[in-house]
């Protein structure tokens, strides 16, 4: 059997976080390099790939209705579509899937992506038959594949897969594994491949970066240092535990100013006893001293968190005690989640304890304060001048660019015609600031 896609189409659609934006880049270098083309669209394609997201509960049911639809798809043009789905539902499912999409070929779990040209070979030589790798070998680490980035100046940079934390509410350590660091050497010989590409912004990404353990000890403050030693211009990591936070990292961000002044670090509830029951490590006592702590080294970081309302058993009193939280960090910007219930989690089986109108009246409460704080912060930046990474133009007004500022805010600006902005870093003046993003014009 000869490893040779050429010939054939294929199409990647991405649901979820980071990691899966990235495992689908990765997808896609690999199918290239065996000669697959990339199709128009996922109708199009002979190899339609859906890298799948098991973090909310709609997501598996939008997947099915999404897959399924191919079925009335007009044939692609080789006259046979391998149906691949991989992610994190594939490895929660594995064959279990073809009982909800008939249709599907291949399921791949998180670590099979280095056997999916295998994978997709085989199957279409025994189109009936359903092809299922979601072992884990836990072999190459899957940033040594080839990849195809979505962006020639932005790149995700993975430096560690899997979690040990098992927050109750979470399914990644069951699909994903337990942690697993990428060589220190590895890394740095990626960024500096990188630097030499032209990238100009690199995000290492992990489920909790701040765990980084190298092989000779390395911490994650050593992987930011030898990043930022290759000289990119830009810095960012996801996703950071507050529990993991140590005061070398701070350091090392604060020591170099290619590291973004921008923090995203996921407090989920300000109540102890909800904080106890996620399984989070940290009270809200701890979480504001990591707070104060990062403030002193660097006092104008933006700060960013994710907070869920509405986990089982919350009461009035534990989500007032989320409003203080935030109102106390001086967060910029929330992702605010209502509670999802995830089969195969521990908090699956709690009781909710709280009627919908009540959800629904603390989730408003908090969309406003962490709105109203947006807004705030902001204003920071009217009348200055901030730097912008351009990705393109704006989706609502293509006569403006769009990119963001060290701070990680959204901004969207004019400029004289002529010269292309795309992907340049360039000085805009900011003459208004909204709540989720900020207008200006080049300077
Ligand atoms: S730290 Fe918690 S929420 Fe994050 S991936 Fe690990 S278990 Fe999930």
């Given at each position: ?13 991405t ?5 899966n934006?990235?495992d689908s ?25 859906f890298m799948t ?33 991989g992610g ?356």
């Amino acid at each position: 059997m000869s490893l040779s896609l050429s010939g054939l189409t294929y199409f990647v659609r991405t649901f979820g976080c980071q990691m899966n934006e990235h495992d689908s880049e990765r997808v896609s270098g690999l199918l290239e390099s065996v000669g697959a083309k990339k199709a128009g669209s996922i109708e199009a394609a002979d190899i339609p790939v859906f890298m799948t997201c098991s973090v909310r509960e709609k997501a598996d049911t939008h997947l099915y209705a999404l897959v399924q639809a191919l079925k009335s798809a007009p044939t692609p043009r080789s006259g046979l579509r391998t149906v691949c789905i991989g992610g994190c539902i594939a490895q929660r499912d594995d064959e279990m899937l073809k009982k909800h999409v008939p249709i599907v070929n291949v399921v791949f779990g998180t670590q099979a992506i280095p056997n999916l040209p295998n994978l997709i070979v085989s199957s279409r030589e025994t189109p009936t038959s359903l092809l299922v790798d979601t072992s884990e070998p836990n072999t190459a680490f899957t940033s040594e594949l080839p990849s195809r980035r979505a962006s020639a100046t932005q790149a995700w940079l993975p430096i560690m897969s899997g979690c040990n934390n098992f927050c109750t509410y979470c399914i990644v350590p069951y699909v994903r594994g337990r942690e697993r660091s990428r060589d220190l050497a590895s890394i740095t010989y990626e960024a500096r491949a990188l630097v030499a590409d032209g990238v100009k912004e690199i995000t290492l990404l992990g489920q909790n970066v701040n765990s980084y353990q190298g092989k000779d000890g390395e911490g994650f403050s050593d992987v930011l240092e030898a990043v930022a030693k290759t000289g990119i211009e830009r810095i960012r990591f996801t996703s950071s535990h507050p529990k993991d936070l140590t005061q070398k990292i701070v350091d090392v961000m604060a020591a170099y100013p290619s590291i973004m002044p921008h923090l995203h670090l996921a407090a989920q509830s300000g109540s102890d006893a909800v904080l106890s029951s996620m399984n989070r490590r940290y009270t809200k006592a701890r979480f504001l001293e990591v707070v104060e702590m990062v403030r002193e080294s660097i006092p104008d970081i933006s700060l960013t968190t994710d907070l869920i309302v509405g986990f089982p058993g919350e009461s009035e009193k534990d989500f007032l005690e989320t409003l203080d939280l935030v109102k106390r960090a001086q967060f910029s910007s929330a992702f605010t989640f209502i509670y999802s219930r995830r089969p195969g989690t521990k908090a699956a089986s709690l009781d909710l304890g709280y009627t919908d109108e009540e959800l629904h009246s603390r989730f408003n409460r908090l969309v406003e304060l962490v709105s109203a704080q947006s807004f705030a912060f902001n204003q920071r930046f009217f009348s200055q001048e901030t730097e912008v990474l351009v990705e393109g133009r704006s989706k609502k007004d293509n006569t403006l660019y769009t990119g963001h500022n060290p701070e990680n805010i959204a901004v969207h600006f004019s400029a004289d015609e002529g010269e292309d902005l795309n992907g340049k870093l360039v000085n805009v003046r900011i003459e208004q600031a909204r709540t989720w993003y900020v207008t200006g014009k080049q300077i």
